[in-house]
């Protein structure tokens, strides 16, 4: 039996996708079930999902708006499901979803009900490759891409986002997947206000660098009228006091500054 536990514990890497519905807090009760209900199905009768779960080289874990897919074959397994699970959604316009896909360290374990479960961080960023999408996208990890794209025929459906910051400050390298008919091809809304927030900073920059270039020297002076009981001298009237400066224009100054701006 001990030795059967210590199997189970053992560290594995799997392909994992991780499906959720959008929107799904925001339903009622009896909409919540009935989404779930078709998610379920539609997922049974994927290809991929039939044929792994015959081999036993599959195991499904619930989370609460969606799930999680773990296949033990291939990189290519959960892609192509995520594929069949996106093109079967158009046929309910009512249910959104969104996808992730990564490969990394896994735990099977045998939960409190003696049934296997599975953890560890290929499932926890299998869920952050997700959380950063919108409806429709099918988000691949950097190493499932680079994995899948060793393949042509995967080369043109696969589109580089860039990084995307996550929980405890964890850098994602994402690529989004898509099809003329499948995924979504809009970028996420991360990618969207972090992309705006690099042109902002772009332009500050540039605002920055065209004030240095153009800075230059410029003359403050100060000065009052009626100092004397009448009017500052002027230095071209034969009315001015010796020792007192004058500007280029003939006027009186008591106070210069030069100043760069």
């Not at 519905?21 to 290809?47: A, D, K």
């Not at 296997?116 to 499932?123: C, E, F, Q, S, Y």
């Not at 997700?130 to 459906?157: F, N, T």
């Not at 400050?169 to 809009?186: A, C, F, I, K, M």
């Amino acid at each position: 039996m001990a030795a059967e536990i210590k199997k189970e514990i053992e560290l594995e890497i799997a392909h994992v996708l991780f499906v959720d519905i959008v929107g799904y807090s925001r339903l009622l009760i009896n909409e919540q079930r009935r989404l779930l209900e078709v998610l379920n199905q539609m997922v049974r009768e994927t290809e991929q999902f039939r044929t792994a779960e015959e081999k036993g080289r599959l195991i499904t874990i619930p989370a609460g708006d969606g799930m999680a897919l773990v296949f033990y074959n291939s990189p290519e397994a959960p892609v192509e499901c995520a594929l069949e699970l996106s093109r079967a959604d158009k046929a309910h316009p009512e249910l959104r979803l969104r996808m992730g896909v990564h490969s990394g360290a896994v735990s099977g374990v045998i939960d409190v009900s003696g049934r296997a479960n599975i953890a560890g961080p290929g499932i926890n960023m299998a869920q952050r490759v997700m959380d950063c999408g919108d409806a429709d996208h099918i988000l691949l990890s950097k190493r499932v891409a680079e994995d899948i794209e060793q393949y042509a025929h995967w080369q043109p459906l696969l589109h580089e986002l860039g990084e995307c910051e996550v929980k405890h400050g964890v850098t994602l390298s994402l690529v989004n997947l898509y099809t003329d008919e499948l995924g979504n091809p809009e970028p996420p809304e991360k990618f969207k206000k972090l992309n705006e927030q690099k042109q902002v900073g772009a332009s500050a920059g540039t605002l920055t660098d065209a004030i240095g270039k153009r800075s230059s020297w410029a003359m403050i002076t100060l000065g009052c009228n009626n100092v004397f009981g009448q009017d500052p001298p002027d230095a071209n009237t034969p009315t001015n006091y010796a020792d007192f400066a004058y500007d280029s224009t003939g006027r009186f100054v008591y106070v210069s500054l030069t100043k760069k701006f």
